[in-house]
């Protein structure tokens, strides 16, 4: 395996010491994407959130901190979702932070679930985006709201060790996919110019 390869493959699945450090790096690399989340998550009291793809955790200790809301959260990573349980240990302990394994095309949940799905940088991973939306569509109560950050193709194109294990998109293909899969009111905010946007769709029932 080249270092090119093990560097995209910890991105997509964080693992080991390996893993771990690739997280922290992620949290610096990601700043503007959780502050865009933070700006558009449903605030309102007792809301369910839920984190496609939490990594160590650090932006939902954040978040839920400042919400009163209750937080869920699937990654693919059993490493990932120790670390986060141990970041997260006062919101695990007071059932306010609820993590676990799991993949972005199977999520544990029932219908009409959450006021808020949001997801950063993970789109580039998923083994089925369609069915991934879905199924953020599915647990999604009537009038609840999907956030997708993401970097976009000729940024990441840029970026050596995006060569291996990334599907990269425009934002325009990001907002064609969300819009294709029933999202409506579908906006891509410009979080950095040419490089970073922010997905924006609501789930409305009957339309």
């Known amino acids: 395996m080249s270092i090119k390869e093990y560097i995209g493959g910890q991105c ?10 690739c997280a922290k790096f992620m949290n610096f690399f990601n700043a503007e994407h959780y502050r865009a989340v933070k700006k558009f998550v ?11 793809g939490f990594g160590n955790g650090v932006t939902i ?10 937080f869920y959260g699937v990654d693919i990573s059993a ?10 240990r006062d919101g695990v302990n007071t059932n306010k932070v609820i993590l676990q394994q799991g993949k972005a095309e199977e999520l544990p949940y029932n219908d009409d679930f959450f006021d808020t799905v949001y997801t950063v940088n993970t789109i580039y991973f998923w083994e089925d985006t369609a069915k991934v939306l879905d199924e953020v569509r599915r647990v999604l109560k009537d009038g609840g709201n999907f956030i997708c950050t993401f970097y976009t193709k000729g940024y990441l194109d840029k970026l050596p060790y995006c060569d291996s294990g990334f599907d990269k ?18 906006k891509v905010k410009i979080l950095s110019d040419c490089k970073a946007y922010c997905l924006i769709g609501t789930k409305i029932e009957g339309e």
């Open 12 to 21: 997509g699945n964080p693992e080991g010491l390996g893993g771990i450090a």
């Open 169 to 186: 998109f425009t934002p325009q293909q990001v907002r064609s996919m969300a819009r294709e899969r029933g999202f409506h009111d579908v």
């Open 42 to 52: 449903c605030k309102l009291d007792g809301a369910r959130i839920l984190d496609i």
């Open 79 to 88: 490493d990932m979702v120790e670390k986060a349980k141990r970041e997260n």
């Open 61 to 70: 200790k954040k978040l839920s901190k400042n919400i009163n809301a209750k």
